[in-house]
């Protein structure tokens, strides 16, 4: 157990609509990491927050959204879905940033 | 150019057997970290072995090493004694910029990932 918990496991939705993944960080990690692993595009880093603020964007589309509240835990929002979203979402946090990340299970997103 | 280079798609070895994965990298930052992952068929990803570039001493964590040749941009990892639940995905991942600690960037640049079997 990684100590990162990541919901819900898994989501089914419809093209078009929006979705809120949910991370809550090891305890005393101040770094959440968002990444997107789909079969087209392997693993790919999409934003990071540090003690509530964006730190780094990746290939993060225009459609996504994150935020990370004082309590530490972030959420990923996806809007106007479209089949090309379907992947797994993972959420990594750290205490600081030379530290290794650890990762939750994974949020598996399948657009219908 | 790519980042992380993982050449084997795919590997087998036998139980208790030892097998090497081999990963190359590119950067030109003096401070960065070599990190591997496994993912297994469940899908979450465990965290490995970590190799920072100044390291001295090759990485060791239990059954697994990192063989770190830093002139030859390369951090393979040996995995002895394989077991079949070491069966899985395994990713190289570089993160570039560790010359400071703290709030900085750090996020991972992965490789393609080699699917590791292990036959009894």
């Known amino acids: 157990d990684s100590g990162v918990t990541q919901t819900p496991k898994h989501l089914i939705t419809a093209t078009g609509q929006r979705v809120t993944l949910r991370c809550s960080p090891r305890?005393?990690?101040?770094?959440v990491y968002w990444y997107q692993q789909s079969l087209d595009q392997g693993l790919q880093f999409l934003i990071q927050?540090?003690?509530?603020?964006?730190?780094a964007k990746g290939n993060i589309l225009e459609r996504f959204s994150a935020q990370q509240f004082p309590d530490l835990h972030s959420e990923l929002n996806l809007s106007s879905l479209e089949l090309g979203d379907s992947a797994l979402y993972f959420c990594?946090?750290?205490?600081?940033?030379?530290?290794?990340?650890?990762f939750g299970d994974g949020t598996r997103l399948s657009i219908l | 150019a790519q980042k992380i280079t993982q050449t084997q798609p795919g590997m087998f070895v036998q139980e208790k057997e030892a097998v090497t994965l081999d990963c190359t990298y590119d950067?030109?930052?003096?401070?960065?970290?070599l990190f591997w992952y496994k993912q297994p068929s469940s899908g979450e990803m465990i965290f490995l072995i970590y190799?920072?570039?100044?390291?001295?001493q090759n990485a060791t964590e239990g059954r697994y090493s990192l063989n770190f040749q830093k002139a030859r941009k390369s951090a393979n990892l040996v995995i002895s004694a394989s077991q079949l639940g070491d069966s899985a995905m395994y990713f190289c991942?570089?993160?570039?910029?560790?010359?400071?600690?703290?709030?900085?960037?750090?996020?991972?640049?992965f490789g393609k990932g080699t699917k590791l079997s292990v036959i009894p």
């Open positions: 990594a946090s750290s205490r600081q940033g030379n530290q290794p990340q650890h």
């Open positions: 305890s005393g990690d101040l770094s």
């Open positions: 927050y540090y003690n509530g603020e964006e730190r």
């Open positions: 950067t030109s930052d003096p401070s960065y970290g």
């Open positions: 190799q920072g570039s100044y390291d001295q």
């Open positions: 991942a570089m993160r570039e910029g560790l010359r400071y600690s703290g709030a900085g960037s750090y996020q991972l640049t």
